[in-house]
């Protein structure tokens, strides 16, 4: 026995091919979003450390003593907090070893990589995402030179947990997951209701990706829209030689009143 599956209807091509766009794009922009997003935590966090760094300048740590080190600390204590400070901020001598006084317990997790070292030497800063050793914590580090009389004094590094930006991220994520289908599933059913009556009314129609926003940009915040397009001739738009014939006017007006009835008495 064969199984002969009845071919879909045009209206239900019509539903699937725009719901399948629509989704497409959907998740296009989300990526996208998710990757800006992203980025902009992580400038946010470089920010931050380099406002930390411009403490450490100006506080001019050198190997003079303990005291000025003692002083930057009192400083970093407040900027980062007692609990980001026990963990992600270290002093290094020019070799890369911990310096005296020694450093925090937590902080022993934070490594010095070859690459830093080697930028630390030629005094520049280098910005790096890591994974605290034991743990599988991210964190932003920033690790800085502090030169004096030409030569390198001292290697601090500082960082700040991913936590917060991969928070937000989940958020990001989690909101996607319930909008998109939403806004994929109402969509669907309003092209698929304009599409219908269109046919109804006995006109041809497609579905069309569109940039165009007009009312229906500012209308979609508040609730679910559709637009109604009708052809030009020549498919001339937005310019001073466009038309649009009388009947397709009608055409598409009357599919709008329509569509408007339905959805009004239902």
């Keep these: 026995m064969t199984l002969r599956l ?18 497409g794009i959907l998740v296009v922009f989300s990526m996208v979003g998710y990757s800006v997003l ?3 935590l992580i400038q946010d966090l470089d920010a931050s450390l380099l406002t930390v760094a411009q403490v450490l300048r100006d506080a001019k740590v050198s190997a003079e003593g303990p005291g000025s080190e003692a002083e930057v600390e009192t ?3 407040e900027l980062l907090g007692a609990e980001f400070y026990a963990k992600f901020f ?3 001598d020019p070799q890369g070893r911990p ?4 450093s925090r317990p937590g902080s022993q997790g934070l490594l010095l990589s070859p690459e830093a070292r080697a930028n630390a030497i030629r005094g520049r800063e280098t910005f790096e995402t890591v994974k605290i050793a034991g743990s599988d914590e991210d964190v932003r580090l920033l690790t800085v ?3 004096r009389n030409g030569q ?3 290697i601090v590094q500082v960082g700040m947990s991913f936590q917060r930006a991969d928070a937000a991220l989940r958020r990001y994520v989690r909101t996607l997951v319930v909008l998109i289908p939403l806004g994929v599933a109402l969509a669907t059913v309003g092209g698929a209701l304009i599409a219908r009556t269109a046919q109804r009314l006995g006109h041809s129609c497609r579905p069309m990706t569109s940039g165009a926003g007009h009312d229906a940009q500012m209308m979609a915040r508040m609730c679910p829209t559709a637009m109604i397009f ?3 001739v020549k498919g001339i738009s937005h310019n001073p030689a466009e038309h649009t014939d009388d009947t397709d006017l009608e055409a598409g007006a009357n599919v709008l009143l329509e569509c408007v009835l339905r959805l009004a008495t239902r």
């Excluded at 209807?9 to 989704?23: A, D, E, F, K, P």
């Excluded at 310096?99 to 020694?102: G, I, K, L, T, Y």
């Design 99 to 102: 310096a005296p006084p020694p």
């Design 38 to 40: 992203h980025f902009g």
């Design 6 to 23: 009845r071919p879909l209807s045009i209206r239900t091509r019509l539903t699937l091919w725009y719901g399948g766009v629509l989704l």
């Design 230 to 232: 009708v052809p030009s």
């Design 145 to 147: 030179p502090i030169v």
């Design 90 to 92: 270290r002093f290094l």
């Design 152 to 154: 390198l004094a001292r």
């Design 75 to 77: 400083l970093l204590r």
